[in-house]
């Protein structure tokens, strides 16, 4: 019922740039907070950018500052990853995550995850 799906993965030169995309179905997307997560091999998931339900915040780790770009369509029920000049550090498989909390109830859905592999 509820799925997040992302797409857009692959392998890129250092340099190169990348988008990825993630396309949503099952809940309210619109009201959803989005977020970018990656994980590298031996690594913990680490949070990469999210952006607020009606677009209007985002938030970027350090790492990715200046580099990647969060976006969102609300008509699509989609959300992106613009991701520029990338580095071997940023190879890692990306997951989309839709979270929401209202009173007492909370949502929190994961995708499945793209791999990205920055290499020559």
């Known amino acids: 019922q509820v799925q997040l799906v992302e797409s857009g993965g692959g392998l890129v030169q250092p340099g190169g740039s990348l988008r990825l995309s993630c396309a949503a179905s099952?809940?309210?997307?619109?009201?959803?907070?989005m977020s970018w997560y990656r994980q590298a091999p031996g690594k913990e998931r680490e949070l990469v950018a999210y952006?607020?339900?009606?677009?209007?915040?985002?938030n970027y780790a350090d790492s990715v500052k200046g580099r990647f770009t969060i976006s969102r369509d609300n008509a699509k029920n989609t959300v992106y990853l613009q991701m520029n000049s990338l580095k071997a550090e940023d190879t890692a498989v990306y997951y989309c995550?839709?979270?929401?909390?209202?009173?007492?109830?909370?949502?929190?859905?994961w995708g499945q995850g793209t791999q990205v592999t920055v290499s020559s």
């Open positions: 099952g809940f309210s997307f619109s009201t959803f907070r």
């Open positions: 952006i607020t339900s009606a677009g209007g915040s985002t």
């Open positions: 995550n839709a979270a929401r909390a209202f009173m007492a109830v909370g949502y929190d859905y």
